[in-house]
């Protein structure tokens, strides 16, 4: 079993994932197809996360999958993304692999064009989940557009580009039952919880 580092800063995020073998093994095998911008994201950290908050082994094998994302807007055929499923497969056998091109899912999305991994991640439903490693020349990365402390502090909330897809953000959340997998999870289901006005009205009593 891999020692889990404290975890308070997206640095210590980073050494989690080099720390632990399997989860590196995993970013080591992304580097090694070359592409551009291209990332692990999603549940592979938000999922290794939790489970460390909650006192849990980490355990690769129970992600349902594994989502790479990279940005090359000069290739978004569907058909190279299952080429480069099988590619990871034939490394890593037994890792259910997703491969996403983000240069072309802001269409299903509804958004505008994404200008980078980076910037798709930001649209990602939930400020915990929209976080993404990789592994550059052996050194991990880590980004997250909304900071990690959401994510660390172990609550749900909306990412700010669902304001208007609340619906589509509520739907998602109850149908991953996280809950009854981290039971110490806040889960913000409305928009004025998840933001709520600059003054309450407790703010405005006069004592």
């Given at each position: 079993?891999?020692?889990?580092?404290?975890?308070?800063?997206?640095?210590?995020?980073?050494?989690?994932l080099?720390?632990?073998a399997?989860?590196?093994?995993?970013?080591?095998?992304?580097?090694?197809?070359?592409?551009?911008?291209?990332?692990?994201?999603?549940?592979?950290?938000?999922n290794?996360?939790?489970?460390?908050?909650?006192?849990?082994?980490?355990?690769?094998?129970?992600?349902?999958?594994v989502?790479?994302?990279?940005?090359?807007?000069?290739?978004?055929?569907?058909?190279?993304?299952?080429?480069?499923?099988?590619?990871?497969?034939?490394?890593?056998?037994?890792?259910?692999?997703?491969?996403?091109?983000?240069?072309?899912?802001?269409r299903?999305?509804?958004?505008?064009?994404?200008?980078?991994?980076?910037?798709?991640?930001?649209?990602?439903?939930?400020?915990?989940?929209?976080?993404?490693?990789?592994?550059?020349?052996?050194?991990?990365d880590?980004?997250?557009?909304?900071?990690?402390?959401?994510?660390?502090?172990?609550i749900?909330?909306?990412?700010?580009?669902?304001?208007?897809?609340?619906?589509?953000?509520?739907?998602?959340v109850?149908?991953?039952?996280?809950?009854a997998?981290?039971p110490?999870?806040?889960?913000?289901?409305?928009?004025?919880?998840?933001?709520p006005?600059?003054?309450?009205?407790?703010?405005?009593?006069?004592?």
């Amino acid at each position: 079993m891999n020692p889990a580092p404290p975890l308070r800063t997206i640095a210590d995020i980073e050494r989690l994932l080099e720390a632990h073998a399997d989860l590196h093994a995993l970013l080591l095998h992304v580097e090694s197809l070359g592409l551009p911008d291209c990332w692990i994201g999603a549940g592979f950290i938000r999922n290794t996360v939790w489970d460390v908050l909650h006192e849990r082994e980490i355990d690769v094998s129970r992600l349902n999958d594994v989502d790479v994302i990279l940005f090359d807007a000069s290739d978004t055929r569907r058909e190279r993304e299952s080429d480069l499923e099988d590619r990871l497969r034939e490394t890593a056998p037994g890792v259910i692999w997703s491969v996403k091109n983000q240069a072309r899912m802001h269409r299903r999305n509804g958004d505008a064009p994404y200008r980078d991994t980076f910037e798709a991640v930001a649209h990602w439903a939930e400020t915990a989940t929209a976080i993404a490693a990789r592994s550059l020349r052996g050194k991990i990365d880590v980004v997250a557009p909304h900071g990690v402390k959401d994510l660390l502090n172990l609550i749900v909330r909306p990412a700010p580009a669902f304001e208007r897809k609340m619906a589509v953000y509520r739907e998602r959340v109850l149908s991953k039952h996280w809950s009854a997998r981290w039971p110490k999870l806040t889960l913000l289901m409305t928009w004025g919880e998840a933001y709520p006005a600059p003054h309450s009205s407790f703010d405005r009593i006069e004592t």
